[in-house]
């Protein structure tokens, strides 16, 4: 099994990891990090773990952070969609 993350969610990844390091430093920004690694770690050994959600995908909150991982199995790849923020409006990736 493995993982692939598609550029959209990429780049909420990114951005959310920018905001850490700006907000919180290095050491915040590196929890993040570890957090959606540590989840990643997980759904490539559990992939029906997450919640079953819209149209196919399942979603895998992060462990002390505001974001939820989103993600198809395809085949023996973990497609992740999206790194939703919690209080972003719910699906807004469903297009995707």
């Known amino acids: 099994m493995n993982y692939r993350i598609e550029r959209s ?11 850490y390091l700006a907000d ?12 959606v690694q540590r989840a990643l770690d997980l759904l490539l050994v559990m992939p029906k773990v997450g919640r079953p959600g819209y149209v196919g995908t399942r979603t895998w909150p992060l462990k002390r952070f505001p974001y939820t991982l989103v993600y198809r199995v395809q085949g023996e790849t973990i497609a992740v969609i999206a790194v939703a923020h919690q209080s972003r409006e719910p699906g807004y990736w469903q297009g995707r």
């Open 9 to 19: 969610a990429r780049q909420e990844l990114l951005e959310a990891g920018r905001w």
């Open 24 to 35: 919180g430093g290095v050491a915040v920004a590196e929890q993040f990090e570890w957090a």
